[in-house]
C-alpha cells in the first residue's frame, strides 16, 4: 500500500506569510495526526484527528495553526501569519490496529 | 524536566558491535513503548513495539522495558553500517495511547 504523502517537502516563506501544508494518509486510516521538530528539540504532538473530527488538539501552539481534514481524507496544516519560531519540521502520520503509526517524510518548513 | 530523557550522542560503534540505546521517563502512566528509526530527510519508521514491562526480540533488535525504573532500552546486535541513523523513543499512556511522546534521538553512527 502506498505510504503517507506530504508535500511540499520544503518550503521557505517570510515572515507574516501565509503557509499551508498537505498530508495524503493511508487510504482507509480514519487517524491521523501531526507532529511537528523545531530545530534542537523533540518531535512534539500537534493534534489528532478521527475521520474529519479534531480528537485532540492539545498540542497545537496558538491560533495561528488552523489544522482541517476534508471528508476524512486528505489533512491539511495552515499557519497563518507564520512566525519565524514556526520553522521546523512537520510531520504527519497515519495509524491503524495492523502497522500501527506510518509517518510521511515530513515538510521542512523555514520562515525567514 | 522533559518528560522523556534521550541522550543525543553521536553514539559510534565499529561494524559488529553491539548498539545500546536508552530512555528514562518520568510520567508513570505510559504503558506503551517505541522505538523507532529515522534516516535523514525521511520520517520515523517503527522498529519496536512494547506493552509495559518486559523484554521483545526481533531479528538483530532487542527492546527492553523496566516500569519500576522508568527506563527503557534497545539493543541491535551484529550492528551494521545500515543501521546509522537517529533512534527515537516514544512512548504514550492508555487514555491517551495515540498522543505519542518523543525523545530527542540518540544519532548512531557504524562505521565499517
Known amino acids: 500500500e502506498a505510504g503517507v504523502t506530504q508535500f511540499p517537502s520544503h518550503s521557505v516563506i517570510e515572515k507574516g506569510q501565509t503557509v499551508t501544508l498537505r498530508c495524503d494518509p493511508i487510504?482507509?486510516?480514519?487517524?491521523l495526526y501531526w507532529y511537528r521538530r523545531v530545530m534542537g528539540k523533540e518531535i512534539k504532538f500537534l493534534l489528532h484527528?478521527?475521520?474529519?473530527?479534531?480528537?485532540?488538539e492539545s498540542g497545537m501552539p496558538n491560533n495561528r495553526f488552523l489544522a482541517e481534514r476534508t471528508g476524512g481524507t486528505y489533512s491539511t496544516l495552515k499557519v497563518q501569519p507564520a512566525e519565524l519560531e514556526d520553522s521546523g519540521v512537520y510531520f504527519c502520520?497515519?495509524?491503524?490496529?495492523?502497522?500501527?503509526?506510518?509517518f510521511g517524510s515530513g515538510t521542512r518548513l523555514t520562515v525567514v | 524536566q522533559k518528560e522523556v530523557e534521550q541522550d543525543p550522542g553521536p553514539l559510534s560503534v565499529p561494524e559488529g558491535a553491539i548498539v545500546s540505546l536508552n530512555c528514562t521517563y518520568s510520567?508513570?502512566?505510559?504503558?506503551?513503548f517505541m522505538w523507532y528509526r529515522q534516516y535523514s530527510r525521511k520520517g520515523p519508521e517503527l522498529l519496536m513495539y512494547?506493552?509495559?514491562?518486559g523484554n521483545k526480540e526481533d531479528g538483530r533488535f532487542t527492546a527492553q522495558v523496566d516500569k519500576s525504573s522508568k527506563y527503557i532500552s534497545l539493543f541491535i546486535r551484529d550492528s551494521q553500517p545500515s543501521d546509522s541513523a537517529t533512534y527515537l523513543c516514544?512512548?504514550?499512556?492508555?487514555?491517551?495511547?495515540?498522543?505519542?511522546?518523543f525523545g530527542a534521538g540518540t544519532q548512531v553512527v557504524v562505521t565499517p
Open positions: 512494547t506493552y509495559s514491562s
Open positions: 487510504s482507509g486510516h480514519d487517524n
Open positions: 502520520a497515519s495509524w491503524d490496529r495492523v502497522y500501527g503509526y506510518t
Open positions: 516514544a512512548m504514550s499512556a492508555r487514555d491517551s495511547w495515540g498522543k505519542l511522546q
Open positions: 484527528f478521527v475521520k474529519e473530527s479534531k480528537q485532540d
Open positions: 510520567n508513570s502512566a505510559f504503558q506503551y
